[in-house]
């Protein structure tokens, strides 16, 4: 059944936080690919100059991304728990967009861009998956394939609904950067509220095995 991942997750206080967690990823970052389709254009209209722009974030993400991943993802997972992890994109992606409502520049977006698409696949991404140690397998296996996908796609939905809507409404960058500044700030409380529970179950589990 396509459909039992979702039962699982709405089952669970847990993994509706970390389904709430990748909703709010997902949301943030098709705002972003919007938003940077838009001021490419915009600023390079010419298709070689975009595929130029395009090629140049890529490889700025990727060797940010690598450098990461060998030298400080297992580093602050270490020293400073998973929290640390999983809440750095979220307040470098806050900070990002206040930047962005009082400077909308494209250089001032490309930077917020590479920083949220580095930082998640070197921060949140293996911290996301840390989440679901503490989840009998059963569960797990069900509950991870629904919040890779459905959970994922109705961020996409959603913030793609945000954003036509501000379009038709006219709204400027710094109008859809505040609502992104709320949606950063919410996504850092369900961090900590994930971090408290991942910290009670595996107390839990802990216990059971001694």
Known sequence: NPFAGVGEV????????????????????????????????????????????????????????????????????????????????????????????????????????????????????????MLFTVVPPEAKYKAKQAVDSFFVRMGDVASAGVVFAGERLAMAIPVFASVNVALTVAWIGVVVLLNHTLRRQAAETQSEHL
């Open 10 to 129: 709405l089952q669970s206080r847990y993994l509706l936080g970390i389904a709430a967690f990748v909703v709010l990823l997902a949301s943030v970052t098709t705002f972003l690919y919007f938003e940077q389709a838009r001021l490419v254009e915009l600023h390079f209209p010419d298709r070689t100059d975009q595929t130029r722009v395009f090629g140049t974030l890529d490889f700025i993400v990727q060797s940010l991304a690598l450098l990461s991943q060998l030298f400080l993802t297992g580093r602050i997972v270490q020293r400073l728990g998973i929290v640390v992890l999983l809440t750095a994109v979220p307040v470098v992606m806050t900070l990002g967009f206040l930047w962005l409502a009082l400077a909308p520049t494209f250089a001032v977006f490309a930077v917020v861009m590479v920083m949220r698409r580095a930082g998640e696949y070197a921060l949140a991404r293996p911290g996301r998956e």
